[in-house]
């Protein structure tokens, strides 16, 4: 298709953003019950997940079986793996569609992700948000927050922050005029993707996208089916083929081929840190081969902590460990896994957080009535289970503790006390539903600021319970830089896009704030262009004349 369009002669403006509101799925509203059925449906269907490069579907024959992590039996669909070649074909098909979407008006680009965030809240939203309840095993409000409500923020926040940011222009005088053009990046941008948040793999793709570049995606391999569905809505929100590509296969042999490419221009990552630091060192050892320097973003671990004082409200603090612990079976990079609490207030929140955690039901997402599913894979479930063991033979289980991986991958919410601050469950990450509490003196109150500082490589979220003012400042002051996320008297969980962006630093990633500017810089290379009205003549300068 040609790229010679004509030019729109008129000012254009995104609609402005509005925060997506979050359906109540209570019992008799429609919402539910057209949930309910199309959950139905797609749990009776067996889909065939292709690859998807430059707009064709591709067939490999090489397959994996995407399953329900609550009923491990039960196979939602079959995703096609790609092949060296296959790789290599997204680059080109990336490579051919650049030439195009680069040249569009950044308005156009806009309306595709517009259009899409406008199918999502209305005629997709149950076939997402089903999904991801069935392949993520995700509640229908964790669902709901996510696939449908946060995805929505990130394309019209995006879009928003986008036209912010073109808007920033130099000073210039009458003599001329200073610009700066927001070019995408040259070549493509590598996107790779969690299987905990559904939106999270639409943003790390559509964000690049936005400001012109194209996309290599390789999603999680346990949340295929969400994936899979978000590139049908693109399509069908009318993004030009190419502008991403779905690449399924296996992570090493995708980054090797993607990696090692002279026209790699970024990656945008969301996973572990252990992943992202190998990244890292790909692309530093092979800095003389590319074309440009690859901008690196990237979202990894996690030890997020809850810090409370004397003062605190027992009730808020216990609902917010429970809350910030175990929605999402403790599958958030955000997710309370460790607490530190004084001995004054200790009895009575551990009491309270027992009794909540003693209410909980877990089971098939599809029965509204449960508060936590399971988790995500055989392999997360066995490393789960092994630090709740070290937890029994170490340490205080104070609730929860079992295991069960008959049918479905459940552990459940489970609460550890222990003495020691430099103990294991409190150091490493864990990413499940499990729940470190360190009991310390009141009279410790700074010595504990300073061991929630510094017992883990991370910084990703945190918070402090305290009404005493003095506290809250002192926690905000000592630690700072402790987490890109720090919540007064919250869970350290549910950042809202162009609310509370969200990203971390140390060990945590590059902290560029996703669904935000900051986030956008990343995916644009900019261009100063002067243009001189009134240039000069004669090369001499005025203080060579002669006295």
Known sequence: MSSNFATFNGRRR??????ETIKSYAPGSPERASLKARLKTMAAETVDMPLIIGGQEIRTGDTATSVMPHDHKHVLGTYHKATEQHVAQAIAAAAAARAEWSGWAF?????????????????????????????????????????????VDFWRFNAHYAQELLDEQPLSDHTMWNQLEYRGLEGFVYAVSPFNFTSIGGNLATAPALMGNTVVWKPASSAMLSAYYLMKLY?????????????????????KVLLSHRD???????????????????????????????????????????????SADVDALAVAMVRGAFEFQGQKCSAASRVYVPKSIWGAVRDRAVAMIGEIKMGDPADFRNFMAAVIDKRAFDKIGGYIEHGRGNAKI????????GT???????????????????????FGPVLTAHVYDDAKWEETLTIVDATSPYALTGAVFAQDRRAVVHAMSALRHAAGNFYVNDKPTGAVVGQQPFGGARASGTNDKAGSKLNLTRWVSARTVKENFNPPTDYRYPFMNEE
């Open 14 to 19: 995104v609609p402005p953003p509005v925060n």
């Open 107 to 151: 308005e156009d680009r806009a309306a595709v992700m517009l259009k899409a965030a406008e199918l999502l809240t209305t005629t997709w939203r149950d076939t997402i948000n089903a999904a991801t309840m069935l392949g993520q095993s995700k509640t229908v409000f964790q669902a709901e927050i996510d696939a449908a409500a946060e995805l």
């Open 235 to 255: 399509e069908a929100a009318g993004m030009p083929p190419g502008v991403i590509n779905f690449v399924p296969g296996d992570p090493a042999m995708i980054s």
């Open 264 to 310: 790699l221009a970024g990656v945008h990552f969301t996973g572990s840190t252990e992943v992202f630091n190998n990244m890292w060192k790909t692309i530093g050892a092979s800095m003389s081969s590319y074309r440009s320097y690859p901008r690196i973003v990237g979202e990894t671990g996690g030890k997020d902590f809850i810090v409370a004082h004397a």
């Open 398 to 405: 104070l609730a929860g503790g079992k295991v069960d991986g």
């Open 408 to 430: 479905g991958y459940f552990i459940s919410p489970t609460l550890i006390e222990t003495t020691d601050p430099g103990y294991k469950l409190l150091c490493e990450e864990i």
